[in-house]
């Protein structure tokens, strides 16, 4: 088949693709050839400022992929891409609940019968970025799945492992 004006069928792309998607996607529109036939290749970057959304008569909506359809991405998954744009995850907001308030009885047990010890207060102490700088560029590569867990967190579930040996 190939296209009878490349370059302007191109343009014709990069406008549209400017025009109604917010925030612009990082895309590279480069012709080719194959077959003898002049073509146009398309390629879209992931981006960090999700969610993207279609715009156009009038109407703003996200679609997500499934398979080999789009479909308009359900509000859970608006959430989620909204967080991700942030550099969020759900885990690593604020509650509007009190800590205080709550006994975290079941969980002390559970842990009391895994590990053997009483869940100590300051587990759930939260912890803090070291380097925010590092913490932004591991969160954008995808590397960090909750920013500010701590060392010492891990550190203590592994001393608390039934198979741990101090020359570990």
Do not use: C
Not at 6 to 30: C, G, M, T, V, W
Not at 93 to 107: M, W
Not at 116 to 139: C, H, W, Y
């Amino acid at each position: 088949m190939g296209l009878a004006d490349a370059q302007a069928d191109a343009e014709a792309i990069s406008r549209l693709i400017k025009e109604r998607i917010s925030p612009y996607p990082n895309f590279i529109l480069a012709p080719g050839r194959e077959k003898g036939k002049d073509i146009l290749v398309l390629s879209i970057s992931s981006g960090h400022s999700t969610p993207y959304y279609y715009k156009a008569d009038g109407v703003m909506e996200a679609y997500i992929r499934i398979g080999n359809e789009s479909v308009i991405a359900p509000s859970y998954v608006l959430n989620q891409l909204l967080l991700k744009g942030m550099n969020h995850t759900f885990d690593a907001l604020v509650s509007e609940y009190d800590f205080t308030d709550y006994a975290f009885s079941k969980l002390r047990e559970r842990y009391k019968a895994w590990t053997g010890n009483s869940m100590e207060e300051k587990l759930f102490d939260s912890s803090t970025r070291r380097n925010p700088v590092l913490a932004d560029i591991f969160g954008r590569l995808g590397y960090m799945e909750r920013q500010g867990s701590g060392f010492r967190k891990i550190t203590e579930a592994y001393h608390a492992a039934y198979n741990y040996r101090n020359e570990l």
